[in-house]
């Protein structure tokens, strides 16, 4: 089974290299530039799992985290917090909205490879 993974990602040149990467390792990509449309890709297309940054247009990564989790049906899908907050404290904060973990940019490829092995065996 080939894993489908929605990447939320307003930054374009951060968007390609993350899709790059997921297509390189054999994942299927859906793509969505802010937090609202994000939203209703993860909605209406359940993918397995969502890598997403936080801080995006219209709504940010928090908000959206929060309400897919708090939804009937969603819950499940796991969400890795993909961002530029690498402070102190930035990941509690993610997880505490339902992302179920966090990686930091810039992008540490086995990293993302062990968390993606993780929440999709």
């Known amino acids: ?3 489908r993974i929605l990447v939320v990602e307003d930054n374009p040149d951060n968007r390609i290299l993350i899709t790059d990467i997921l297509e390189t390792l054999g994942y299927i990509t859906l793509v969505a530039e802010d937090g609202e449309s994000g939203l209703t890709m993860a909605q209406t297309e359940r993918p397995d799992l969502i890598l997403m ?9 928090w908000a959206v ?3 897919l989790k708090d939804e009937d049906g969603m819950a499940h899908i796991p969400i890795i917090a993909l ?3 690498a402070m102190v404290g930035d990941r509690e904060l993610a997880l505490r909205a339902g992302c179920d973990d966090y990686v930091a940019k810039p992008i540490n490829l086995h990293e993302l ?3 993606l092995a ?3 065996s």
């Open 1 to 3: 089974m080939v894993h």
């Open 53 to 61: 940054d936080l801080s995006l247009p219209k709504l940010d990564g």
């Open 65 to 67: 985290a929060k309400q």
């Open 83 to 85: 961002t530029a907050h």
């Open 113 to 115: 490879e062990s968390k």
């Open 118 to 120: 993780h929440f999709l």
